[in-house]
Structures are given as C-alpha cells and as structure tokens.
C-alpha cells in the first residue's frame, strides 16, 4: 500500500532506504523503468523504496504565466506508484524559496537528514537543487563524501531518435499525436469527467454524445479534432468517436470533448466516465450545415470502425 507523506518524521529510520526524485507525471515508461529498479533494489535489501516529488509543479512556481497541464491528475499518478510497487510518496512542497535550495544542501537536508536514504537511483537526465545543478555526474565526483550509494538508470528508448520524457509525450498530445504518446506512456492516455446536458444536436443526426465536463481543469487536452476511442460504462467495455473543440458548424463557443459510443442507448448523466484515445482521425472542421456534418461523421466513423478493429486484432 503507497504511504503518501508530508513530513519526513513518520519515515521508519530503521529500514534500508532507497530513493529516486522527481516530479513523474505521466509515470511513462521512462519512469517505470526507474521504479522497477528502485522497487526491486527494496525488495533485495528489504527495505522501503521512496519515490521524493515535489507539489506544485516547479513550472507552475518559477514560470506562473506559462500555460502548464498535466499528463496525469494527482490521483491518477498515486494509482500508478502503487500499483508499481512504490513504498512511500514523500511529498515536498514548492516554493520558490525552496527552487533556491542548493543541491549540496538538497542532498545534506533531505536525503540524508530527513530520509537517512543508503541508495539513490536517478534518472540519466534528472537535475535537482538550485539551477539544475545536481545530476549524476555532480553525485559522481562526490562519491567519497556522500553517505548512500547511486546509480544511474539510463534512457530508454521507443527509437534511435525518440527519447522518452514527459515534455516529449505533451508535445504529442498537445499535436494530436496520440499513438506517439501511448507508445511512450506505456498505456491509452485518457481524460475523466462527468456526464453533462448538452444541447441534443448529435442527437438530432442520429450520432448522440455524451458531453465529458472535465473532473480536472489541469489535465492536457489534446488537439482540436475527432478521435477513436473508448470507455467504460458499467464495466463494458463502449468504443466511439471522440469530438474536442468549439463545434464551429453550430457556432460553438466553448471547447468541448464528447463522445458518440456505438451500439449504446443508455442515458448515463451525472456518471463519471475515463474517456481513452487511440488515434487522431482529422481536424475539426466547419461545414455549410448540419447535413453535410451528419455525412463527414458517417465516413469518420468507418474509419473509427477500422482503427479498432486493427486495435482488436494488435490486444
């Protein structure tokens, strides 16, 4: 069971300690590959693996005026560590008073004194303390000094020029390249929210949506456009098409997700639904009038048809 932390005085001193830091949104592969090995030095040494992250985003301290979402709710990302195996979730906040913490004192203050850590495993790309200047090779040259061991988890790759990282895989959804990011998450990215009225008019073309008023308003909405997708209602397993943007054929104003789920008829308002992606089919596009829509969602969802089957057929 995950054991999420605030204070650092309920960590039992007693135990090998092995620890990785970092923010891990998404918990992508990259991550995973870090949390296995972190997980299994534990289990080996029995002891407790820390994963030591940081509330706020550090973007959202240092750079407020940035736009800045998440791959992963909160919650999401504690689902993820626990089910990798993750002992305790040390939960630092930040501040921009704590940005100017030094990796010296990061190391000497947190690591050392507050966790009593004997092993730290980082990432090849991980920097930490005041300026990014704490990394492997600043741990390296200080090996004679430091009290716990390290190790370093080096890249992981889905191709020669591909580098998983969490900015990479927001880059791809924030293009619509949902594929590139599942690959590299490791899993279907997904948006939750709740079921809500909406104004009937995928009803009236005989392609009625459940209209998704997102859980939270910090998730990564993908690009405007018509997706293949699925969820679940009630444990069934639902495929459809999945529309975001401001619906500019009805003169739409503000940005939406819905979705059109196939051979279903239920009313599911006010159900909280996990909306998962598969591919990008097109942009979202302005028709002439409802017909002329109505006819462009009759070819998207052939195509919707064969991206799952193709799915189907890969699971």
Known sequence: MLKIIRDSSSVDNEKYHVCTVGYFDGVHLGHKKIIERLVSDAKKNSGKSILVSFWPHPRRVLHPNDHFDFIQSNDDKFESLQKLGIDIL???????????VSANDFIDQILVEKLKINKLIIGYNHHFGHKRQGNFKYLSDKIDSLSFTIEEVKKREISEHLKISSSEIRDRINTGDIMQANQMLGYKYSISGEVVVGDGIGKKLD??????????????????????????????????????????????????????????????????????????????????????LSEQLKVDKIETIKIIEYEEVRN
Do not use: Q
């Open 207 to 292: 392609f009625p949506t459940a209209n998704i008023e997102l859980r939270d308003e910090g998730k990564l909405l993908p690009l405007d456009g018509v997706y293949a997708g699925y969820t679940y209602v009630s444990d069934k397993k639902y495929f459809g098409m999945i529309n975001i943007g401001l619906r500019p054929t009805v003169n739409g104003k503000e940005r939406r997700l819905e979705i059109n789920l196939f051979n279903f008829k239920s009313e599911i308002y006010g159900e909280s639904l996990e909306i998962r992606f598969i591919k990008r089919i097109r942009d979202e596009k302005k028709f002439n009038n409802l017909k002329e």
């Open 90 to 100: 040390y939960i630092i906040e930040f501040t921009k008073e704590f940005s100017k």
